[in-house]
């Protein structure tokens, strides 16, 4: 029940959180002639973040040429295969509920419908393990590439010490940060669902057969040794006394000599 509840919700803030982003950062470079200073330098990035695309014109501080220059590196791989799989895990945890509700039949059919929702979990649960750790990877290079500091290294005018270059606004990377927490989440929530799911599989329920009937022929073979065991020392008990001693009849039997000598006499 909690997947059905968690996992459509999970996967929502994990693809919205990343794939909804748009970011930026403002700089500003004070040469020396105030009038070739720009103190407004604003640079935009968004998903799937291919920075190297991103470009903006600084000032040189040496008359009015524009530098053109580019954010460094491309996280737009990993970023849209972790929204690729939230995307895909929210349709197929969607269609699981549906199925779960309104075709629990069906579901249990031949038991397929347990066998597929078994391997797809599997599934699943290792594209979100490599989705989030290559998108962690990615956001961290994010981070590094918009970072205001690294972003000045690259303007010619920011190393010549007379001029004055600072970092106005630094991008807010909250949103990017939550859609990495939500995507080991969503690992956990769909790993932890694996031992739920097998338990429906037919593989469960043959494996707990296999184990039951050696432990029925035991003691049914048990029962069977004590029960023999009983009746022959009931029958060997009761040969034994019938055999001891001689008769009623024959003890009781007087002999026959004294009576004929008594009518004789």
């Known amino acids: 029940m909690c997947m059905v509840i968690f996992a459509p919700l999970f996967a929502i803030f994990a693809f919205a959180t990343c794939g909804g982003y748009s970011g930026g950062l403002r700089l500003s470079v004070d040469c020396v002639n105030k009038t070739e200073s720009n103190l407004s330098i604003d640079i935009a ?9 991103v470009t903006f014109e600084v000032p040189t501080c040496e008359g009015k040429e524009r530098q053109k220059l580019a954010l460094v590196g491309d996280s737009s791989s990993s970023a849209e295969f972790f929204v690729t799989v939230a995307v895909f895990a929210f349709l197929y945890s969607l269609a699981a509920t549906v199925v779960y509700i309104f075709f629990q039949n069906k579901y249990r059919e031949n038991n397929r419908g347990p066998l597929i ?7 699943f649960s290792f594209l ?8 962690a990877k ?6 590094v590439a918009t970072d205001p500091k690294e972003v000045l290294l ?7 010490s007379s001029n004055k270059c600072m970092a106005v606004h630094s991008p807010v990377m909250s949103s990017l940060n939550t859609s990495v927490v939500f995507g080991f989440l969503n690992f956990i929530l769909w790993a932890g669902n694996i031992w739920f799911v097998f338990k429906e599989t037919g593989w469960h329920s043959s494996g707990q057969r296999y184990l039951s009937d050696p432990m029925e022929k035991h003691s049914s073979s048990y029962n069977q040794g004590g ?16 055999s001891l001693g001689p008769s009623s009849d024959e003890f009781g039997q007087q002999p026959s000599g004294p009576t004929s000598f008594n009518n004789q006499i």
């Open 227 to 242: 029960y023999n065991q009983d009746s022959y020392g009931s029958s060997g008990g009761y040969s034994q006394q019938a």
């Open 138 to 143: 990615g956001l961290s290079d994010v981070k």
């Open 128 to 135: 979100w393990l490599v989705g989030s750790s290559a998108w």
């Open 154 to 160: 690259l303007m010619s005018a920011c190393k010549q």
């Open 45 to 53: 990035f968004a998903y799937p973040f291919r920075l190297h695309q």
């Open 117 to 123: 929702d078994f391997i797809v979990t599997v599934v």
